[in-house]
C-alpha cells in the first residue's frame, strides 16, 4: 500500500513511523524544510520508551513528485488546512482514503446533517474550499487518542496512547475501512472501528473545548483550572450548551459535565495543546475547536452565551498576539 503522511510533525510522524516500521507499506510524506530534509536523511525515526522505530521514508515538498497513493493521512494544525487542500490534488486517484488526523470539528462534519445542511461551515472551510479538493467520497474519520512531541526535526517521541477511533462517514462497515483497520492494527495502534464517527469526534471536542482556550488565556494547567470552582463552573457551562447542539445534530452526550471533569483530573498538571502553541508563538486551533461549534449553535437555533463569550475572549486573545489570522 502507498501511504502518504501530510504533515510529519508529532501525530504525522508517530503514524508515519509506525507504518514504515511495522507494515510493507510505501510510506512517504509531504515535509518542508529541517523536517525534509531529516526525513530523506535517515528515514521515519521514533522514539517509544527505550526503543527508537525506524524505517524508510521519501519526503518532499511537491505533491507532484510522490504522485497517486492509496492511503492520505492528514496531521496539520487546522489553521494550515486551506493550504495543504489545495495541493493535495496530485495524492488523490478516485479510490484514495483520506484520514484527517486533527483535531476538532473537521471540513467534512456537516456533510449530510439535516439539522445543519450541506452548507460547508464557514468557521473551518470558508467557502467550501477543502470540500471541493477533498470530496466527502475519499474521508474516513478519525479521532487521535495518543500523545507524542518532536524533540528534534524527524525524531518524535511517544508520550502516551495508542488510541485511533476510525470510520466511514455515513456509518457503514466498508471493506476499506476493514482494510485500513487492519493496517493501522498492524502497526501497534489501538484501533475502534466506529459506526459513529461524528459523535466519537463530537464527544472528544466536548471534553476539551474548554480546557484548550481557557488555558491558552490563562497559562493554566489542567489541575489548576479545575480547581477554581468559577472557571469549573464556567467550562461546565458551556458544555452544556455543547451538550445542546449535539442533541440536535444526533450525536448525544450521555454524561454530565462533572463526569468528564474527573476524568480530565486524571491527566494531573498537563499542558494542553492550544497552550502549548500560544507559548510557542504559533497559531491557535481556534476555529476548529470553539468557533464551529458557535456557528452549529447558530444554524442549530442553540443559544449559547457561554461559548459565545469563551471564543470572543480567545479570539480577542489570539488576535492581539497575533496567533490568528483576521
Known sequence: MKVCIVGAGAVGGLIGARLAAHTDSD?????????????????????????????????????????PQDLVVVAVKAPAMATIAAQIGPLLKPDTVVLPAMNG?????SQGLPAVGDQP???????????????????????????AATVEPGIVQHRNGMG???????????????????????????????????????????GNMTM?????????????????????????????????????IGCVIDQDPEARHAITRELGAFKTSMLVDVERG??????????????????????????????????????TRGLLPG
Not at 510524506?29 to 525506524?54: P, V
Not at 483497520?181 to 489501538?190: R, W
Open 212 to 248: 484548550n482556550p481557557v488555558s491558552a488565556i490563562t497559562g493554566a494547567t489542567g489541575d489548576r483550572m479545575l480547581d477554581d470552582p468559577l472557571v469549573r463552573g464556567f467550562c461546565s457551562a458551556v458544555m452544556r450548551e455543547a451538550s445542546a447542539i449535539g442533541a440536535r
Open 105 to 109: 470539528v473537521p471540513w467534512w462534519f
Open 282 to 319: 504559533k497559531p491557535i486551533e481556534l476555529d476548529a475547536i470553539v468557533t464551529a461549534v458557535h456557528e452549529l449553535g447558530g444554524r442549530t437555533g442553540i443559544a449559547t452565551p457561554n461559548i459565545d463569550a469563551l471564543l470572543g475572549l480567545t479570539r480577542l486573545f489570539a488576535r
Open 121 to 147: 461551515l464557514q468557521s473551518v472551510d470558508p467557502g467550501g474550499a477543502i470540500a471541493s479538493a477533498i470530496p466527502l467520497r475519499h474521508v474516513i474519520g478519525c479521532v487521535v487518542h495518543l500523545s
Open 27 to 67: 510510506v512517504s510524506a509531504i515535509a518542508r524544510g529541517a523536517t525534509l530534509e531529516a526525513l530523506n536523511a535517515h528515514g521515519w525515526r521514533l522514539r517509544q520508551g527505550d526503543e527508537l522505530f525506524s524505517g524508510k521514508a521519501r519526503a518532499s515538498s511537491d505533491a507532484g513528485e510522490l504522485g
Open 164 to 206: 485511533l477511533i476510525v470510520g466511514e462517514p455515513d456509518g457503514s462497515a466498508s471493506a476499506r475501512l476493514e482494510t485500513l483497520h487492519a493496517l493501522l492494527a498492524k502497526a501497534g495502534f489501538d484501533v475502534t472501528s466506529s459506526t459513529a464517527i461524528r459523535h466519537d469526534i463530537w464527544y472528544k471536542l466536548w
